[in-house]
């Protein structure tokens, strides 16, 4: 080797295992020492268990000695970290296996590419290399065809072209004739010639005599030590041009991401079907709970809670005439000039002067008398009371300048007044003994979910009067404000100016404000704590569709380690192997998240036909993918941090999985 120092040398190597019970330990190599050059041809050769798997291992730093020394082109191998080790087998092996090692998700072409894609170049530059080696070794027809649809000769070729993907300094065979026939193992064995020829060091592990003898050196192992050995042997021959591969640029890793997480979808339906299915199902389940279970709530307390206390005046301040209890001053007259002081304060909607008193209503000339309330107000009792007409109309502005006596009843009237049958619009009634004609009658006002008869009663019972003809039967003295806020979250703000204008107008003692606020505050502590009731209530499905994903992850991790060992074998970093399974368990979750959040909708359509109130918010959507998606990533970090740290050579062993 004229003195050049070796590529690769073991120095007193030595590999035990524990045996299957954990008891004793088994040596698969003893005590080896051995140089290898630049460019060599070298067959390992020895019966079966003899160490000539556990060798190339340790050669191409899938695994490690448990004593001695290995160092790669001068370098320690021994103290490199995971990762270090996962960037040395990228940029100096390629592996060649006996069952060839390919992925069945993937094409051949995208087979080749792995380890250049673990390696960071960019997927055009990728692409093309790969499809270069596949038709310089026969296969650009087969490069779009997945590894099931090839024979044995073509699957190995395949995992040549990816041991020569990021140039393939080293290739490292273990029995790779074994698995093909004749003709098939003659022709890779020329192949792995020709590379050795080119500069290539490649390395055969083979208990083939016929394989061996092809090589320019022979090493023989027995019971895991070297038993023989002949003279390095490395022929002229050019010098090894790695090829120049590109990396991605930032643009390009987040498109892979995404292709990433779109070919884990698509590979995991195809491979998994039933598993990926179970867990999209789990997690639709918890977003459809969720979603459906806040909209129902919040439908709820919004057309029932809200606006049962906006009714009762969770938006007004009622200005009243008196002071404290006990006060003897003389309470103050209010009058239009109030009101229009009123209407120039900020966050001021409506100001209305009303009177308001009970008296004894009766249908002319038929029936008992009633009891009810009857206000007095100005034309725009409609926008007052919030709901609209059964029949008839308001009174209007005129009316009440007329002073004419008409009357908007509320229906609870209209039913202890009139019989069904009976159209009281135009009929006359007795208020307080003074005749009035209806003029309209005001729909029943729904409560919503919290609808009652005391309710029914409270909005429906009153009779409605124009502003002058009920001052004359209530007196001026029951005359009051009403004023009505733009934004009631500021209604205490407004109240406090509205009491520094009055008072600068009436004095303190002549008039007192109240408002309701407390009822907005109890309203919105009733909706936080009913949306927080329900919103756990969904959370638990959601979390139940986040073990349901940890469940089947566990069972891809299982399934699914020869394929991690194949990965790891063409350069995956522990974070690569981590990544790909939170991204295949974000794109099943969003799956499912999406079509949680599609059937929560139909859902919520059919309870509004029934007609029932929902109400979901945007936001609350968004919530609950992303956090379908966060649970289902968040349940799958542990099996994938399992995956990470699995032993690449154990996993490669493991005949179970999809490969």
């Avoid at 060649?96 to 390696?119: G, I």
């Avoid at 001053?329 to 002081?341: G, K, N, Q, T, Y």
């Avoid at 089947?552 to 299982?558: A, G, H, Y």
């Amino acid at each position: 080797m004229s003195g050049a120092a070796p590529l690769m040398a073991l120095a007193g190597v030595s590999r035990a295992f524990s045996d299957a019970e954990g008891g004793a330990r088994v040596e698969a190599l003893a005590d080896v020492s051995l140089t290898i050059g630049e460019g060599e041809f070298v067959a390992v050769v020895g019966a079966s268990g003899s160490g000539k798997s556990t060798l190339l291992n340790i050669l191409g730093c899938l695994d490690r000695p448990s004593d001695g020394a290995y160092r790669f082109a001068g370098d320690d191998v021994g103290g490199l970290d995971a990762d270090a080790r996962a960037r040395l087998r990228r940029e100096a092996f390629g592996f060649v296996f006996q069952d060839y090692c390919l992925l069945d998700a993937l094409t051949a072409r995208e087979n080749v590419e792995l380890p250049a894609k673990y390696a960071g170049v960019g997927r055009a530059a990728r692409a093309e290399r790969a499809t270069r080696l596949l038709e310089s070794l026969g296969l650009a027809a087969r490069a779009g065809h997945r590894p099931p649809e090839l024979s044995g000769g073509e699957q190995q070729r395949v995992a040549i072209a990816r041991a020569l993907m990021n140039g393939g300094r080293v290739i490292l065979a273990d029995e790779p004739t074994g698995a093909l026939d004749t003709a098939a193992g003659e022709d890779l064995v020329q192949r792995l010639g020709a590379l050795a020829a080119a500069g290539h060091t490649v390395v055969v592990a083979t208990h083939d005599a016929k394989v061996a003898a092809k090589a320019a050196r022979r090493v023989v192992l027995r019971d895991g030590r070297v038993v023989e050995e002949s003279a390095p042997q490395v022929a002229a021959h050019p010098t090894l041009t790695q090829p120049a591969l590109p990396a991605r640029r930032a643009w390009e890793r987040g498109g892979d991401l995404a292709r990433d997480a779109w070919g884990a979808l698509a590979a995991a339906w195809r491979h998994r079907r039933l598993g990926t299915t179970l867990s999209a199902t789990s997690v639709a389940i918890g977003v459809w709970s969720l979603v459906v279970l806040l909209g129902v709530t919040g439908g709820g307390l919004r057309d029932g809670l809200e606006s049962a206390i906006l009714h009762m005046g969770a938006d007004t301040i009622h200005v009243m005439r008196g002071g404290r209890a006990g006060s003897a001053v003389e309470p103050a007259r209010f009058d239009l000039a109030d009101a229009a002081a009123i209407r120039a304060l900020p966050n001021v909607s409506a100001v209305e002067l009303s009177a308001r008193g009970r008296l004894m209503v009766q249908r002319a000339g038929a029936g008992a008398p009633l009891e009810t309330s009857v206000e007095a107000t100005d034309a725009n009792v409609s926008e007052h009371e919030d709901w609209p007409l059964r029949r008839g109309a308001f009174y209007t502005a005129d009316d009440g300048a007329a002073l004419a006596p008409v009357a908007v009843i509320g229906s609870t009237v209209r039913d202890a007044l009139f019989s069904p049958e009976d159209d009281p619009v135009g009929e006359q009634i007795l208020v307080g003994g003074q005749p009035f004609v209806v003029k309209g009658v005001l729909a029943p006002y729904e409560a919503g979910f919290l609808g009652t008869q005391s309710l029914d009663w409270l909005y429906n019972g009153d009779v409605y009067v124009p502003l002058g003809t009920g001052l004359a039967l209530l007196g001026d003295k029951s005359l009051n404000i009403d004023v009505r806020v733009a934004m009631p979250a500021r209604l205490e703000q407004t109240a406090r100016r509205l009491h520094s204008l009055l008072a600068g107008r009436h004095g303190l003692e002549t008039f007192h404000l109240s408002t309701r606020s407390g009822s907005m505050v109890d309203w919105a502590r009733a909706q936080s704590l009913m949306q927080a009731v329900w919103g756990t209530a969904g959370g638990v499905a959601a979390l139940l569709g986040g073990f349901g994903v940890l469940a089947v992850t566990v069972i891809s991790v299982r399934a699914r380690r020869r394929e991690i060992g194949i990965r790891v074998a063409a350069g995956a970093r522990r974070r690569d192997i981590l990544g790909q399974f939170l991204w295949e368990a974000a794109a099943v979750s969003l799956a499912g998240a999406l079509l949680g959040a599609t059937g929560s909708a139909a859902t919520l359509y059919a309870i509004s036909r029934i007609p029932a109130p929902v109400a979901v918010s945007p936001l609350h959507v968004l919530g609950a993918l992303a956090g379908a998606i966060a649970v289902g990533v968040l349940f799958s970090l542990l099996p994938a941090l399992r995956a990470a740290r699995l032993d690449p050579v154990a996993a490669l062993s493991d005949a179970a999985g999809d490969g």
